[in-house]
């Protein structure tokens, strides 16, 4: 990620709207994709005719009138699901560390 080329490259892919990734980053996030579409129920919903990937979702707040937006990774609303995907080493029982993240993040918050 340095050098002139490194720059050239940043700004192209920023004119065109897209992210540049070095290639270790390209293959982390490839490997991610393919695991996940290995999973039949996520597949599904990844592939669902109206399944909303990486989109923006606006609401207002019923009880308190606030403005509140998320963007989650996949929302299809005829299954009332949403999808937003971690990636992790190892999600075990056993390991505390995971779940040390869910907490800190708050991963298990719905409201």
């Keep these: 990620r340095r050098g002139n080329d490194w720059k050239e490259a940043y700004e192209l892919a920023k004119q065109r709207g897209k992210l540049l990734l070095t290639a270790g980053d ?8 393919e695991s996940a579409m290995r999973m039949p129920r996520i597949r ?3 592939q669902a005719e ?3 990937i990486e989109r923006s979702i606006f609401v207002e707040c ?3 009138g606030l403005e509140l937006k998320c963007r989650p990774d996949c929302y299809v609303p005829s299954k009332t699901v949403c ?3 971690k990636s992790t080493t190892d999600a075990g029982p056993s390991n505390r560390e995971f779940e040390s993240h869910v907490w800190k993040y708050k991963y298990d918050i719905f409201l």
């Design 83 to 85: 999808l937003d995907l």
């Design 50 to 52: 109206d399944a909303m």
């Design 62 to 64: 019923p009880e308190t």
């Design 26 to 33: 390209y293959d982390v996030a490839n490997a991610m994709a």
């Design 44 to 46: 599904g919903l990844i």
